[in-house]
């Protein structure tokens, strides 16, 4: 079993939590992801490995609220265990020297940049972050990526902090302003097909890890499907990451659509057993 060592909500709709798995804290890389399941009903909920303690055994993830079994996640307490955590899964990043590298994280996506920035950075790239998101109270991670960063940059849809804007704008003032060698980004897929838009036009190789809907994480279900470079490939054992260029993120988006109505109606029946059992 996996004991839940700190479980705390850092905004309205994310959550951090730091899991007791010492094989998983052992044998991860940047890139690489768990599959958790939060009790012996629930779905299996992919999450990337933000950072990991190797001493003390443990793993840190960070989900966003947006289901029945990210809520009932939310819900865990200190002390409490998880039914299932398997890992780890995926590719790890292809991590070089590669000159410059600059890491975009939007959202969520933060939290899987979050090893990668670390990994060029010790790699000996000079190291440029770029996190955003919708507004300040949705913003993680930005001092831990300060202390690991050559310059870190910070911006929010609504100016509530940082600079006004999207991540790609600054991203386009770097790539207009000097060479980068590589571009990593992890976040909405309509932020990383903007950046991979983006990038084309610079012929900056890209990176980006995709969140495809997965299901057992082995390649198995097919669930995770995604087409890249006219070719079908399975984000939990191809993946999760991608040459930018080549990936199809139309149909992703599409394919990321599929279970929004199913999960409404079981998010919406969760929440209202909820209330009925605390009589309210």
Same mark, same amino acid.
């Given at each position: 079993?996996?004991?839940?060592?700190?479980?705390?909500? %850092?905004?309205?709709?994310? $959550?951090?939590?730091?899991?007791?798995?010492?094989?998983?804290?052992?044998? @991860?890389?940047?890139?690489?992801?768990?599959i958790i399941i939060v009790d012996e009903v629930g779905? @299996? !909920?992919?999450?990337?490995?933000?950072?990991?303690?190797?001493?003390?055994?443990? %793993?840190?993830?960070?989900?966003?609220?947006?289901?029945?079994?990210?809520?009932?996640?939310?819900?865990?307490?200190?002390?409490?265990?998880?039914?299932?955590?398997?890992?780890?899964?995926?590719?790890?990043?292809? %991590?070089?020297?590669? $000159?410059?590298?600059? /890491?975009?994280?939007?959202? !969520? =996506? !933060?939290?899987?940049?979050?090893? &990668? *920035?670390?990994?060029?950075?010790?790699?000996?790239?000079?190291?440029i972050n770029i996190i955003g998101a919708r507004n300040?109270?949705?913003?993680?991670?930005?001092?831990?990526?300060?202390?690991?960063?050559?310059? %870190? &940059?910070?911006?929010?849809?609504?100016?509530?902090?940082? &600079?006004? =804007?999207?991540?790609?704008?600054?991203?386009?003032? &770097?790539?207009?302003? @000097?060479?980068?060698? !590589?571009?990593? *980004?992890?976040?909405?897929?309509?932020?990383?097909? *903007?950046?991979?838009?983006?990038? @084309?036009?610079?012929?900056?190789?890209?990176?980006?890890s995709l969140n495809s809907i997965m299901v057992d994480?082995?390649?198995?279900? $097919?669930?995770?499907?995604?087409?890249?470079?006219?070719?079908?490939? +399975?984000? /939990?054992?191809?993946?999760?990451? +991608?040459? *930018?260029?080549?990936?199809? +993120?139309?149909?992703?988006?599409?394919?990321?659509?599929?279970?929004?109505?199913?999960?409404?109606?079981?998010?919406?029946?969760?929440? /209202?057993?909820?209330?009925?059992?605390?009589?309210?």
């Amino acid at each position: 079993m996996y004991t839940i060592i700190q479980n705390t909500k %850092i905004s309205t709709n994310v $959550g951090k939590i730091v899991i007791e798995a010492p094989y998983i804290a052992q044998h @991860r890389k940047a890139g690489q992801f768990v599959i958790i399941i939060v009790d012996e009903v629930g779905e @299996r !909920i992919p999450l990337t490995i933000a950072d990991a303690d190797k001493e003390k055994g443990t %793993i840190t993830l960070y989900y966003q609220i947006v289901g029945t079994s990210t809520h009932k996640l939310s819900l865990k307490k200190e002390g409490e265990e998880l039914y299932n955590v398997a890992g780890p899964l995926g590719h790890p990043t292809d %991590i070089h020297n590669y $000159g410059t590298a600059v /890491c975009v994280g939007g959202g !969520i =996506g !933060i939290a899987a940049v979050n090893p &990668i *920035a670390v990994a060029m950075k010790e790699a000996g790239n000079y190291c440029i972050n770029i996190i955003g998101a919708r507004n300040k109270e949705l913003l993680i991670l930005e001092q831990e990526l300060k202390v690991k960063s050559d310059q %870190i &940059i910070v911006t929010t849809d609504d100016g509530s902090y940082g &600079i006004k =804007g999207f991540v790609t704008d600054e991203l386009k003032k &770097i790539l207009d302003s @000097r060479k980068v060698d !590589i571009v990593v *980004a992890v976040g909405p897929v309509p932020m990383m097909k *903007a950046v991979s838009e983006l990038t @084309r036009t610079y012929n900056v190789k890209t990176l980006v890890s995709l969140n495809s809907i997965m299901v057992d994480g082995t390649g198995m279900c $097919g669930g995770c499907r995604v087409t890249v470079d006219g070719k079908k490939q +399975f984000t /939990c054992v191809d993946g999760p990451e +991608f040459d *930018a260029h080549l990936v199809d +993120f139309d149909e992703l988006m599409k394919r990321l659509n599929t279970y929004k109505d199913q999960e409404k109606e079981s998010f919406e029946k969760h929440t /209202c057993q909820l209330e009925k059992y605390h009589g309210r």
